[in-house]
């Protein structure tokens, strides 16, 4: 029986292994490496990466200046409705993206909530780069948000209280004290968000449309080119999956560096198991 | 002269805790099981927890009444934290600076200097202890406040760390008010000692006060002392007859009747193999449960009560567990509490 069950539990493994890996094997697999640094030169894919490049960043830094100091309020304050908000936040994982697409057009949309107002202020977002930007931040942000707050739920209550001791108000606690200390877990769920804004699609297509060199994102230009130049929406593809690898290695750094910040004791450095 | 005075009143989840007590330039110790509501007097004190009501004032300055609460970074206090709570992340010197003020000596006066740029994690209990006292003191606050000072340190290091505790708070000469689950550390440290219990200061006094005349038995067993359960009578010649809720009878020179506390402090109690011929009145027959040597006595537990006894005593008597053995001791060393 013992034999039995290992061998199921070892092919199990090779089915889930095989299954994650043939995809992204197979996209390399048809793009050879001169090939692939070819498709990139090319105009749609250049004007892409620059829309997502610069949508990611704006709607990123809005999220790291908003969602920081929202996520500590959550963690430090106990208050009625807590739960409910921290609920709230993540309601954005569980929508499907083509329903915050949606959503995001019945608020900010010409014919929207607030689209009166934003017509009077002569501001119009929806298909403009600024819709790019809220649909990114908007399904990146819960990624971040929730990070964020168990960061700062690690950090222990009494240095914050013996900063306020020590004289230092409540800006010089977060910069000097909350912040260092939970910067490791931020910056894991840093890196987590900018992966989900990159590679945001659903909401991005419904309320910012495709257009090349102004709301066409990578995700979108691989969905553009698949049916034209296929060797361009594996190219990208291709980016795509390195740009991830990336980010699991750089999770795995802030993991580490969590790790060490708690731990009292410093790993030798010269150690290596 | 610096004085700190408080009268609060301070929420817990299971009572509210309400203290009256006015510290100057000594060291008081809040004693008391843990859940007594210690450390939250001092957090209240420091502006980290909000009283339900009370006064707070350091010399002239109020820092709490019904108008007025500064923030904890408006009191001039030193905190010393349970654990010390030293920041992780900085050097020893970025500690002890974080007020803002330069260390000034402090860490060649806690022989700290030497590690200025190491981290708390590398560092010993009574390192850390010296490090967080120095973070304490660099902002140079009017009161000092110590939550377990002693409880992050091994039993080792304890006693050298302790006399070394002592002598500082001597020099600095600030109220200082410490909070502590040890009835032997606050007698090493402190002045004075108050004894919480349920949110309620018991006694306060010296340690030889509350070891002498224990208001009642949370003190008396928080001193340290045996405090065993009977019903006693007026017996002839002057003395009172007690009968203890275990079956014996002990004589006590303290005049008491109805239902008591009898207080015996271990280091009275003596113990041999058989019923001495002595001037002590009181001989119990019981069983060793355990035998335990501290420095240079020995803490001999019975079923009953616990005696303390010289090394030199436990070896010549060969004591060990389950051996029956007398406990003797004098009707005076006897205190009687009525119970109420």
Request: hydrophobic share 55%; aromatic share 6%; net charge neutral.
């Amino acid at each position: 029986m013992r034999a039995l069950f290992g061998a199921v539990t070892a092919a199990a493994l090779a089915v889930v292994f095989a299954f994650l890996l043939l995809p992204i094997v197979a996209i390399f697999l048809r793009v050879p490496f001169g090939d692939l640094l070819a498709a990139l030169g090319n105009d749609v894919t250049r004007d892409a990466l620059v829309v997502s490049l610069k949508t990611s960043a704006i709607a990123h830094a809005a999220v790291l200046v908003f969602g920081t100091p929202a996520a500590y309020f959550l963690a430090r304050h106990r208050f009625r409705g807590r739960g409910a908000a921290l609920t709230l936040v993540e309601l954005p994982l569980v929508l499907p993206p083509a329903v915050a697409g949606i959503g995001l057009l019945a608020a900010f949309g010409r014919l929207g909530l607030l689209g009166d107002e934003l017509n009077a202020l002569g501001i119009q977002i929806g298909f403009t780069q600024t819709a790019v930007v809220l649909a990114v931040a908007f399904v990146e942000s819960p990624f971040y948000v929730r990070g964020a707050v168990a960061a700062f739920e690690a950090v222990d209550g009494n240095l914050l209280a013996a900063a306020r001791t020590l004289g230092a108000g409540p800006w010089r606690v977060l910069l000097r004290v909350a912040l260092p200390l939970a910067g490791a877990g931020l910056g894991a769920a840093s890196a987590l968000a900018l992966a989900r804004g990159l590679g945001e699609f659903g909401a991005t297509i419904i309320f910012a449309g495709s257009l090349q060199g102004v709301t066409q994102t990578l995700p979108l230009a691989i969905y553009a080119q698949f049916d034209q130049n296929f060797d361009v929406a594996l190219a990208i593809g291709a980016l795509f999956i390195l740009v991830g690898l990336g980010i699991l290695v750089l999770l795995k750094v802030f993991g580490w560096l969590r790790f060490a910040s708690i731990s009292p004791f410093r790993p030798a450095a010269s150690t290596s198991s | 002269m610096a004085s700190l005075r408080f009268d609060l009143a301070v929420p817990t989840r299971s009572f509210d805790v309400e203290l009256a007590l006015e510290v100057g330039a000594e060291t008081v110790a809040l004693v008391g099981p843990s859940g007594a509501g210690k450390t939250t007097v001092l957090r209240a004190l420091a502006g980290l927890a909000r009283p339900a009501r009370g006064r707070i004032a350091c010399d002239e300055k109020v820092w709490f009444d019904g108008d007025v609460n500064l923030r904890p970074e408006q009191r001039s206090i030193g905190f010393v934290f349970q654990d010390y709570a030293l920041f992780p992340h900085l050097t020893v010197e970025r500690n002890v600076t974080f007020g803002g003020r330069a260390a000034d000596g402090l860490l060649e006066r806690l022989r700290i200097a030497h590690l200025a740029q190491a981290k708390p994690g590398d560092l010993s209990g009574g390192e850390r202890q010296r490090v967080a006292l120095a973070r304490a003191l660099a902002r140079r606050p009017s009161v000092l406040l110590l939550d377990e000072p002693m409880g992050a340190l091994d039993p080792h290091t304890r006693a050298s760390v302790r006399g070394e505790l002592h002598d500082f708070l001597r020099e600095l000469r600030l109220p200082t008010l410490l909070v502590t689950h040890d009835f032997e550390d606050a007698a090493a440290l402190a002045d004075r000692i108050g004894v919480l219990s349920n949110g309620r200061l018991r006694q306060l006094g010296t340690a030889a006060e509350l070891l002498g005349a224990p208001a009642d038995e949370v003190v008396a067993s928080f001193a340290g002392a045996n405090v065993l359960r009977g019903t006693a009578a007026v017996a002839p010649s002057a003395l009172t007859v007690v009968r203890l809720d275990g079956g014996a009878t002990i004589y006590a020179a303290d005049e008491a009747v109805g239902e008591v506390d009898v207080v015996l402090y271990p280091w009275d109690v003596s113990l041999g193999l058989t019923a001495p011929d002595d001037s002590a009145l009181n001989h119990l027959a019981d069983d060793i449960v355990s035998v335990a040597r501290l420095g240079n006595r020995v803490r001999v537990r019975l079923r009953a009560l616990t005696a303390e006894i010289t090394v030199a005593s436990a070896d010549r008597l060969a004591l060990e567990p389950g051996q029956r053995v007398v406990a003797s001791f004098k009707a005076t060393a006897i205190r009687l509490l009525a119970r109420t």
